[in-house]
C-alpha cells in the first residue's frame, strides 16, 4: 500500500498510547506530518511523551475527533466497533494498519528487521545503539523503551532502519529484510495462528523475504530455526548459539556484578576467538541475544572494538530486569516477562548473579488464553525462585472466565517445586512486600500488565 499525502494532511492513531503506536507517531511527527491520537489510557509513560512532542492526545474514542483526518492508523488490538473505526470507514477515510504505516516509513531504508518469540526487544536495542554510536544514525522501531536514547522510535538520517517486527498477526511479513535476526520459535499466538506448524512457516517466509546478499542471523539452539535452515535452499544464513555446530558459539562465561563476561568462538572459514566481550545485562538469554547484535554489526564492517565498548556501557531496556528499587541488601526488579520461557530465563539470570540471595518472584499472569494454553509450562518455570507471589489474572480485554487461582498456586508449587502465595490486589501486595521481608531478597515482578505500576508505586514509597 503506497501513500500519497502532504505534510498537511491530518494523521490519526487509534490506540496511539501503546508502544508500537506510540513509536510511529513519533517518527510521523518527526517527518513533519500533522500527528493526532486517542487512548482510553490516562496515566501512561507513552502518551506523556507524546504530549511532550507537542502531539494532541485524546481521552476517548468519539467520532469527532476525526472529523478533519485524512488517513486513520489501527493496531491489531483496535475493535472493529470502535466508534472512530467505524466513522472513518462510513466517510471513506483511509484506514491502514501499524504495521503498514511502518512499512512505508521504511520503504526507502535498508532495513535490519528482529524477529523472534523472545528477545527481539532487547536485540533491536543492542543492534539499534551499536548502529548510533558507530555513526550509521539509523531509524529505530523497537517494541521497549531504550534507556540510553529514552524512546523507542526515532527517525534516523542514514540510510540504516533497526526494526522490531511483530509476529503476533503476521504483520512482520510486511517488511522489506535487508538482514533479518529471529532468535526463537515458540508456543504464542496461537488465537491467530490457530497451530504451531502455521506459526513455523510464517516465520519461514520471513526468513525468505531477505535477498541473497542479505543475511538471515538464527540461533541454532532454536530446533525449529535449525530445520527451517536444513530446509531452505537459501545460502545466506549465519548462526549463533551454544551448539557446537553453530557459526558463532560463546564460551568461557563468568557472570560477575550484575554483568557477563565471554569470550566468542567464530566457525567460519577463518576461526578465531573474540575475547573479553563485557555485557551490561544479566542472564545466558542475553549472551545469545548480544552475540546476534554482535554478527549484525559485524556484517556491517563496524569494528569489534566500537562493539565492545557499546556493549559494556549499554544502558539496557526498561522492563527488561530494571532495577526499581535498590538498598543495602535487597533489590527489586520490574520485567516484561510473561510467557514461561521468558519467566525461567529472567529467574536464571538472577540465580547466577545472585547466588547466596532469596529469589522472590511477583507474577502477575497475562490474558486467561495464554494461561490456559500453557497451563503446564507455566507451572513448571518457576523452579528457580524460592517464593513466587501469586496475583489475579490480568485479562487485557478478554472477557473474566472462571479460574481457580488456588489450583493454579498449587501445581506451581508442586511442579516448581517452590512455596507460592496469592495475593489478590495492589493494597495486599504492598503490606506483604512492607511487612514480611527484610533487606536480604532479590524481588522480580513480572507481567504485561498493571503489575509494573504497582511495583513501581510500591518502590517509591519504599525510598521515602
Not at 197 to 222: A, S, V, Y
Not at 277 to 304: E, W
Not at 421 to 446: C, G
Request: charged share 25%; proline share 2%.
Amino acid at each position: 500500500m503506497e501513500l500519497n499525502i502532504n505534510k498537511k494532511d491530518k494523521i490519526h492513531l487509534i490506540g496511539i498510547g501503546g508502544i508500537g503506536m506510540s513509536g510511529i507517531a513519533l517518527i510521523l511527527k518527526e517527518m513533519g506530518y500533522d500527528v493526532q491520537g486517542s487512548d482510553i489510557s490516562k496515566n501512561n509513560k507513552n502518551i506523556t511523551s507524546l504530549k511532550n512532542k507537542n502531539i494532541k492526545v485524546f481521552s476517548s474514542h468519539k467520532s469527532q475527533n476525526i472529523k478533519n483526518v485524512k488517513i486513520v492508523v489501527i493496531s491489531s488490538a483496535i475493535n472493529k466497533k470502535n466508534n472512530e473505526l467505524k466513522y472513518a470507514i462510513s466517510k471513506n477515510i483511509l484506514v491502514m494498519k501499524r504495521a503498514d504505516m511502518l512499512a512505508n516509513i521504511i520503504s526507502l531504508k535498508k532495513n535490519v528487521v528482529i524477529s523472534g518469540s523472545h528477545g527481539k526487544t532487547t536485540i533491536t536495542s543492542l543492534v539499534s545503539t551499536i548502529l548510533k554510536e558507530a555513526n550509521f544514525k539509523p531509524t529505530i522501531v523497537n517494541g521497549g523503551i531504550i534507556n540510553s536514547l529514552n524512546t523507542n522510535a526515532k527517525l534516523g538520517e542514514g540510510n540504516w532502519s533497526v526494526i522490531e517486527a511483530d509476529e503476533s498477526d503476521g504483520s512482520f511479513l510486511k517488511y522489506n529484510n535487508t538482514h533479518a535476526i529471529v532468535s526463537n520459535i515458540d508456543h504464542e499466538h496461537m488465537d491467530y495462528y490457530k497451530n504451531f506448524k502455521n506459526l513455523t512457516k510464517q516465520f519461514g517466509i520471513f526468513l525468505d523475504r531477505t535477498p541473497l546478499f542479505g543475511k538471515n542471523i538464527i540461533c541454532l539452539d532454536d530446533k525449529n530455526l535449525k530445520d527451517l535452515k536444513k530446509n531452505s535452499r537459501r545460502q545466506n544464513f549465519i548462526t549463533y548459539g551454544f551448539d557446537k555446530k553453530a557459526d558463532f558459539v560463546p564460551i568461557n562465561i563468568v557472570y560477575k556484578d550484575m554483568q557477563i563476561h565471554f569470550d566468542l568462538k567464530v566457525n567460519l572459514k577463518k576461526k578465531f576467538i573474540i575475547k573479553d566481550i563485557a555485557l551490561n545485562l544479566m542472564g545466558k538469554h542475553n549472551i545469545l541475544n548480544a552475540t546476534s547484535a554482535i554478527i549484525l554489526a559485524l556484517t556491517l564492517n563496524i569494528s569489534i572494538k566500537r562493539i565492545k565498548k557499546t556493549l559494556k556501557f549499554f544502558s539496557g531496556v526498561q522492563r527488561r530486569l530494571t532495577k526499581v528499587f535498590h538498598s543495602k541488601n535487597k533489590i527489586i526488579f520490574d520485567d516484561y516477562a510473561h510467557h514461561p520461557t521468558e519467566i525461567a530465563a529472567v529467574l536464571d539470570a538472577c540465580k547466577n548473579n545472585f547466588k547466596n540471595k532469596k529469589i522472590i518472584s511477583i507474577f502477575q499472569p497475562h490474558r486467561f488464553s495464554r494461561v490456559k494454553s500453557l497451563y503446564n509450562e507455566f507451572t513448571e518455570s518457576f523452579e528457580k525462585a524460592d517464593q513466587v507471589i501469586l496475583c489475579p489474572i490480568y485479562p487485557a480485554g478478554e472477557k473474566l472466565v472462571r479460574f481457580n487461582l488456588e489450583n493454579f498456586a498449587k501445581k506451581i508449587s508442586k511442579n516448581s517445586n517452590v512455596e507460592v502465595v496469592i495475593i489478590k490486589n495492589y493494597e495486599n501486595l504492598s503490606i506483604l512486600l512492607n511487612k514480611n521481608y527484610s533487606n536480604k531478597e532479590i524481588i522480580i515482578a513480572m507481567g504485561a500488565g498493571s503489575i509494573s505500576q504497582w511495583i513501581r508505586s510500591i518502590s517509591r514509597n519504599l525510598k521515602k
